[in-house]
């Protein structure tokens, strides 16, 4: 990714984050907290008073579904260009900051006490993006037989690891309902196979980059 389109799409998201922060004020000082604590939403009324709270929490999730979209697209397309080029895509390292997306994942607690939505708990996935700063560290490499070998490597023992946490939490919760409620049987499956997903996409990276040091270490050793 270029580095005027990381600075607007950074950019962006700093202004989604601002726009949150000041309409949570505006609804707290001027609005009796509409909104923002827990209410019925089935006696629900608009008001115009609610439109800022509206606006600027649609505008993060769609600049956050636009994210995921963009990260998705480019990531394959750099992929591609790694199997066609034998060298690994060049990341910049700090991509990984991305991963604090995944904080976003406990708003779900606040949507699911304020009108019962459960959708947010999914962010908990972006936790993976961790991971883009060990494959930035690894950056142009060539790969040549041995890398390659270790990538299966990573892969293989990242997949195990994920696969063993989704079956832990899957006999678990099919015991039956989660403190006697099905809601939070719901919730803790999102929360689990977000977190267990995102776990292996970092592991996938962390094992590589750890892999391919080691061997670099003995062959100085050698």
């Not at 304020?114 to 999914?122: K, L, Q, R, S």
């Not at 390659?148 to 195990?160: F, G």
Request: contains cysteine; hydrophobic residues 50%.
């Amino acid at each position: 990714m270029k580095t005027n389109k990381m600075k607007i799409w950074i950019g962006c998201g700093g202004v989604c984050v601002l726009s949150v922060f000041l309409s949570l004020w505006y609804a707290i000082a001027f609005n009796d907290s509409r909104l923002v604590v827990p209410m019925d939403f089935k006696n629900y009324v608009f008001e115009i008073r609610d439109l800022p709270m509206i606006v600027s929490v649609s505008l993060a999730c769609i600049y956050l579904v636009a994210l995921f979209v963009m990260l998705f697209i480019h990531a394959g397309k750099k992929q591609r260009q790694a199997e066609e080029t034998g060298i690994t895509r060049k990341i910049n390292p700090k991509l990984g900051c991305l991963g604090v997306l995944g904080f976003l994942g406990f708003a779900g607690f606040w949507t699911y006490s304020v009108d019962g939505t459960v959708f947010p708990f999914a962010f908990f996935l972006f936790f993976g993006f961790f991971g883009f700063y060990y494959e930035g560290k690894m950056s142009g490499t060539f790969m040549d037989e041995r890398f390659r070998e270790n990538i299966a490597r990573a892969k293989l023992k990242a997949y195990k690891i994920t696969f063993g946490v989704m079956l832990i939490a899957l006999i678990i919760l099919c015991q039956g309902k989660l403190f006697g409620n099905l809601e939070y049987t719901l919730i803790a499956a999102i929360i689990t196979f977000s977190l267990a997903f995102a776990l292996g996409i970092f592991l996938s990276e962390y094992l590589l980059y750890r892999y391919d040091h080691d061997d670099q270490a003995e062959e100085g050793e050698e």
